[in-house]
């Protein structure tokens, strides 16, 4: 970021009046400067950090208004949480820890400025909540407003991929599934409260989940479920040359979600659970620990050998679902 040299007079003045400069003078002082191995913070051309030796993890995630909310969906400081849980589930999900982080912000001149200092204050919060730095960022004009983090985390001895699942491993995931393709369903019907709309405003990465997962060595191979249970699950199967089947009596999900369709539980998506398989002599080692996880975690299925995923109800027959989130579909 270059540095500013004067600051906006007016919070509620709009991005075209106080310009690119005048929004870095109020952005700047809610970035911290240190941090754990923070060696130069916000305000240069780059960042300087320090890895202390250790293996890193790279994501990169946006929200995008149009394609992942509505104006009216997510209020600033939940749009800037959003971003960074989004992330830091990428990297729970190999079992890492966020350490520091960039921000990329597009929005149209009308905005607020007020609105992209809320954003970024709670981007800035979340990170430090989590043991990590936002260190720095970007601004740019666009037609709608765009929120794109890149996060940079610690990764554990040994990092937790897609790949390495087993014919026989059982497949477990973290908390609940559907509720946020169940609030999205209802905010586009206008309604803006609710436990699945907060579950799509709010959701939460499985720092812990993932890291515990990884230090243990309990899961042979994991993903998180943004795009919908069973595309990413499909995602996991190919990477490891597996099948799966899944028992969708016991795919954990809200009441509310089965009313609405089970559908929304397997191919809604944004749900930013962990999913993982787990070798059959290490499930009572998962027992032991599963505790510590800080949420629910449930048995749904296993790998199988071949390809393909089968879903079957609680008389062995096979249900057939399509869909799942892809950009360009």
């Known amino acids: 970021m270059p540095t500013p040299r004067r600051a906006a007079r007016s919070s509620g003045r709009a991005l075209g009046a106080i310009g690119e400069f005048g929004l870095l003078a109020r952005l700047l002082p809610i970035l911290p400067t240190g941090g754990r191995g923070v060696l130069l ?27 992942h909310f509505r104006r009216g969906w997510l209020s600033p400081a939940e749009l800037g949480r959003k971003a960074f849980a989004v992330n830091a589930s990428d990297l729970a999900a190999m079992g890492g820890a966020p350490r520091w982080g960039v921000v990329q912000i597009a929005a149209p001149p009308r905005l607020p400025a007020a609105d992209v200092v809320a954003i970024s204050r709670a981007i800035a919060a979340a990170a430090r909540r989590a043991g990590a730095s936002l260190v720095g960022g970007n601004l740019s004009r666009a037609r709608e407003l765009s929120v794109a983090l890149a ?12 790949a390495g699942a087993r014919p026989g491993d059982a497949l477990y995931v973290t908390g609940r599934i559907g509720d946020a393709a169940l609030g999205v369903r209802l905010l586009r019907r206008g309604i803006r409260s609710g436990p699945a709309v907060s579950r799509f405003r709010a959701p939460t990465p499985r720092l812990a989940a993932g890291a515990l997962l990884a230090r243990r060595r309990l899961a042979s191979a994991m993903i998180d479920v943004s795009d919908g249970l069973l595309q990413d699950l499909g995602h996991l199967c190919a990477a490891s040359a597996v099948g799966a089947r899944i028992e969708l009596a016991r795919v954990p999900c809200a009441p509310a979600v089965r ?6 539980a397997l191919t809604g998506g944004e749900d ?11 499930e009572t080692a998962l027992a032991r620990v599963a505790s510590q996880f800080g949420c629910a975690v449930t048995r749904i299925g296993e790998c199988t050998r071949g390809g393909g995923i089968r879903v079957v109800d609680e008389r062995g027959r096979e249900q057939s679902f399509a869909g799942g989130h892809d950009h360009f579909r």
């Open 41 to 67: 913070g916000p305000g240069d051309d780059c960042a300087v950090v320090a890895p202390r030796g250790r293996a890193l993890l790279v994501t990169i995630d946006a929200l995008v208004e149009g394609v």
């Open 151 to 162: 996060l940079i985390g610690e990764a554990p001895p040994r990092p937790v991929t897609r």
């Open 259 to 264: 009313r609405a369709g089970i559908d929304l």
């Open 272 to 282: 930013y659970e962990l999913l993982f398989a787990v070798p059959r002599r290490r």
